[in-house]
């Protein structure tokens, strides 16, 4: 995967399907997983608009799924790398500032934020504890410095997670700059080289967008705050939000759009199946 580069131009693909925040919800991922293995073509490009981790149980497990999906795409079409792209969340980035918990100079606020928005659930997939990590983030640098290589190491142990929070990008876009995926948000008012943060922690008012930005006449977003989503609008919208509130809800939203950033398909699967969205 290319890392000189937070941002990734989607190159011969007419068809990108993008999945929305997983939150660790394993089954519900495994049953978008197999429509994806009998519905991928050789000329596809597959996008994780981020927060493939963190809220659920099974953080560990639904990434090791989501990286075997990727290794069997690869496999199966000779795909080149860059066809399967991971975009950085709110939950990825937070996961990633407690690899290094160490350099924080608040580690105990940090870590209380943090669990207070399903990080503890992530560390508890790798076989930490909460309550151990809230006493580590008092005792000092050395400490917390050998908790957290512990913690790295517990994620190196799995294949491919740490390939995985080594090459998360902000965004990416069609070769056209007609779409443009992102995990949460964007501020319009400025490039895409200037974003900071807001790609997963958000903007104000972005879910209210009435005109293109830049040239992108589709932003596909993997993560709102809102519970106000209308999806079957999405044809209709420069915003077109894969997640769906509130937070505890088993679906996960998955779409398929062209290069142009028109709507081909919108699905959604709960536990155990998945559904096409009316009006797509």
């Known amino acids: 995967m290319d890392k000189e580069s937070h941002f990734l131009e989607i190159n011969n693909s007419e068809k990108i399907w993008a999945i929305g925040s997983i939150h660790s919800r394993l089954n519900a991922f495994n049953s978008i997983k197999?429509?994806?293995?009998?519905?991928?073509?050789?000329?596809?490009?597959?996008?994780f608009l981020g927060n493939i981790i963190g809220l659920g149980k099974e953080s560990k497990e639904t990434l090791s799924s989501v990286i075997d999906l990727r290794n069997q795409l690869l496999a199966k079409f000779f795909l080149n790398p860059s066809k399967v792209i991971f975009l950085r969340g709110a939950q990825e980035e937070m996961f990633l500032k407690l690899l290094q918990l160490q350099t924080a100079p608040n580690p105990q606020d940090v870590v209380l934020w943090m669990f207070d928005r399903g990080v503890d659930a992530t560390i508890?997939?790798?076989g930490f504890k909460k309550k151990d990590a809230l006493n580590i983030s008092t005792q000092g640098t050395l400490a917390i410095s050998k908790w957290t290589t512990r913690l790295n190491k517990a994620v190196s142990a799995n294949p491919g997670h740490k390939q995985y929070f080594t090459n998360l990008k902000h965004a990416a876009f069609s070769e056209s700059k007609k779409i443009l995926f992102l995990n949460r948000g964007v501020d319009v008012s400025r490039?895409?080289?200037?974003?900071?943060?807001?790609?997963w922690w958000g903007y104000q008012n972005f879910s209210n967008l009435k005109?293109?930005?830049?040239?992108f006449v589709r932003i596909v977003r993997g993560y709102q705050s809102s519970k106000h989503n209308q999806l079957q609008h999405a044809?209709?919208?420069?915003?077109?939000?894969?997640?769906?509130?509130p937070l505890d809800n088993t679906k996960i939203i998955a779409g398929l759009f062209d290069d142009s950033g028109n709507v081909i398909?919108?699905?959604e699967?709960?536990?155990s199946s998945y559904?096409?969205?009316?009006?797509?």
């Open 265 to 267: 398909d919108l699905f």
């Open 124 to 126: 508890e997939s790798y």
């Open 34 to 47: 197999e429509h994806l293995l009998q519905k991928f073509e050789e000329e596809d490009c597959l996008v």
């Open 191 to 199: 490039p895409l080289s200037a974003q900071n943060d807001c790609f």
């Open 211 to 215: 005109h293109p930005y830049n040239s």
């Open 235 to 245: 044809k209709n919208k420069i915003v077109c939000s894969l997640f769906q509130q």
């Open 269 to 271: 699967s709960n536990q």
């Open 275 to 280: 559904m096409h969205i009316n009006n797509a």
